[in-house]
């Protein structure tokens, strides 16, 4: 199966030592459908000879059967693994394939072309040192090339090989070639490409691919493969500072004390000065430990265990790096966001945030303007759909470090994952802080949210009553406030009519409005809580994570979740305000219950049924459960 090397047949451990040493290049292919990605793969795995003789039969039984070349092999099936993908001819999922040569171990991943599969594309490039975009020389630069040389491009790929192919079709007509290659050229320049190689090519016949074709004489380049084999990717982290983001702290006994993690950056060595962030403290390296033995220095690439000469704290998700040159820290970014979700992206929903070996809370603002991949205009955008790509302004909920993601891709490339259903539904890119996270600092007083609360004689709360239109939560929620005044407690109630006649009558109710009239009220509630207030809340708040959001606020104990249970056809039977019959009639939208979802709640703490019991039996079971607890 393997390439041929005489160490093989000479001395086999020589030859897996040498393998084992070997250098190793992540890289995709991309660009439009049927430009002869899959076939590329398939001829680069054929030509290495890293195919089983199980494996090319079955490929030449599947070439007669569901092939593309008149029953002569078919190379793209190797990597078209999907039923899908072979009955259509197009790729589909991203498939991973590796293969080598004696100088050089290779990863490939195949993305797709379509544009409806850009999220795909983008997590086969997440991890790729060089990009080889495939363009037919029958059809020129296409919408599709230019959008994955954008994508290419945003995703900090510096190594971009412009491929040609199918050559063969076009006589190897030098002017075809020369053509394309002026058109690309002044397209890279507008997306930032500065550098790429071009080569002509014919991937179904072989034609420069592992070796030099004598049907382009005018062609002075390196075949394909020669070229990846001389690409350089290790130096370029090695020659940025030091980072590492700590994924374990190693303490097997009361004797040692270490830092795991993979070195993202740069080069490290026993007697550096380094940084830990965001704490800041500074210490100096005293031992670079792997399961070897100790090392002289670790560089980019490498995983090891660092110990220090001082105890400073450091945790997982911190981020080690030379003191001298260290990385930002910040809790607000402008960043550019790939939404990769079937559920749209609104702006205020809380995610979760995983850059490095931290995971933080996380929000995104309103973007700033999404980005049309085929044409390069930015549009104006409340949110973003499946696939789309937008610039938006991103906060978290503890400061982290960071490099800008063109200088550091482990320090500035993040994921966001859905706090309930744990989806990523999105990748990013950190471009920058912005200057409020370095200029508003928490200023400190005196009096504290304990010497609030004692004041009153009680606890501050939240009392957080959600529901459907007309399920009753407003006249509940005033019945539980006047029997609480009435026990002598300090108590304010929020209505959700109420505050949108001030606070929130800039909002209207899609759902990106709802969201932030959430936020809002959860912000508000918290100061009063603060205050050492009892705060009730009624409002309909129809999504579990902006629930979730406003108890995570809080302090354990101080967000009470009162679900009043209502069946819609009896709020809707009641329709008290007449909302109802405006939502069925089409003449307001995005209603609750009949065109825009309520999702109730899974774990509340009381649950009233507003079918079984009166309005003041319901307030009674509120008060009497704050009472116990």
């Avoid at 991103?394 to 859905?418: C, E, Q």
């Amino acid at each position: 199966m393997a390439h041929q090397s005489a160490l093989i047949a000479e001395d086999i451990e020589a030859y897996l030592k040498a393998h084992e040493h070997k250098s190793l290049l992540r890289f995709l292919t991309c660009g439009s459908v049927d430009d002869g990605k899959s076939t590329l793969i398939g001829r680069l795995l054929y030509d290495s000879k890293m195919i089983f003789e199980d494996q090319m039969a079955a490929l030449e039984a599947d070439s007669k059967k569901v092939g593309t070349q008149g029953g002569d092999i078919d190379f793209a099936l190797l990597v078209d693994g999907l039923a899908a993908e072979r009955e259509q001819g197009i790729t589909i999922d991203v498939a991973y394939r590796f293969f080598s040569t004696d100088k050089r171990k290779f990863i490939v991943a195949d993305t797709p072309g379509h544009e409806q599969y850009t999220r795909n594309m983008v997590t086969g490039a997440s991890t790729a040192d060089a990009a080889i975009i495939l363009i037919d020389a029958r059809k020129g630069v296409l919408t599709q090339t230019r959008r994955h040389s954008y994508l290419v491009n945003l995703l900090g790929i510096r190594h971009v090989v412009v491929a040609v192919n199918k050559m063969d079709l076009v006589g190897w007509n030098q002017e075809v070639f020369d053509t394309i290659l002026a058109e690309y050229h002044d397209f890279a320049a507008q997306v930032g490409i500065k550098a790429f190689t071009a080569i002509p090519m014919s991937a179904l016949k072989g034609d420069n691919i592992t070796e030099k074709s004598d049907k382009a004489p005018w062609y002075a380049g390196p075949p394909l493969m020669a070229h990846l084999e001389a690409l350089e990717v290790e130096d370029d982290l090695r020659e940025k500072p030091f980072r590492m983001p700590v994924q374990w702290v190693n303490r097997p006994n009361l004797d040692f004390r270490g830092f795991s993690g993979l070195v993202a950056s740069g080069v490290i060595a026993p007697g550096d000065k380094v940084k830990a962030l965001p704490s800041g403290r500074e210490s100096t390296v005293e031992r670079i430990v792997t399961m070897t033995g100790d090392l002289p220095r670790a560089v980019a690439g490498q995983s090891v265990t660092i110990t220090l000469k001082d105890e400073i704290d450091i945790s997982r998700g911190d981020v080690l790096s030379v003191a001298g040159q260290p990385p930002e820290v910040a809790d607000q970014f402008e960043s550019t966001i790939v939404w990769m979700d079937d559920e749209a992206m609104l702006p205020g929903r809380p995610y979760l945030m995983k850059i490095g070996a931290r995971m933080v809370g996380a929000s995104i603002t309103e973007p700033k303007y999404k980005v049309n991949v085929n044409t390069l205009e930015q549009l104006a955008a409340k949110r973003l759909e499946l696939n789309e790509i937008g610039v938006c302004n991103l906060s978290v909920d503890a400061p982290i470090a960071f490099d800008a993601y063109a200088d550091n891709h482990t320090l500035g490339g993040f994921i966001l994952i859905d706090r309930i259903t744990n989806r990523t539904v999105s990748a990013g890119m950190l471009h920058f802080a912005l200057r409020r996270s370095q200029n508003i600092h928490w200023q400190a007083t005196d009096v504290s949210k304990a010497s609030r609360a004692a004041q009153k004689g009680q606890k501050g709360r939240v009392v957080w009553l959600t529901g459907l239109s007309g399920a009753g939560k407003s006249t509940i929620a005033n019945l539980v406030e006047k029997r609480m005044q009435a026990d002598g407690r300090h108590t304010y109630l929020l209505d959700g009519d109420n505050v949108r006649h001030g606070l929130n009558k800039d909002l209207g109710f899609t759902e990106e409005d709802r969201v932030e009239n959430i936020r809002r009220v959860a912000e508000v509630a918290k100061l009063m809580v603060d205050a050492g207030l009892i705060t009730l809340v009624s409002f309909i708040s129809p999504f579990r994570a902006e629930r979730r959001m406003a108890r995570e606020l809080m302090e354990d104990g101080e967000f009470v979740e009162v679900y009043v249970s209502t069946p819609l056809a009896v709020a809707e039977q009641r329709d008290v305000k007449g909302l109802y019959a405006k939502a069925r009639s089409g003449q307001l939208k995005n209603f609750t219950g009949i065109d825009s979802p309520y999702e109730a709640p899974e774990n509340a703490e009381i649950v009233v049924d507003t079918t079984a019991m009166s309005p003041e039996e319901a307030a009674e079971t509120i008060v009497a459960w704050l009472r116990d607890n």
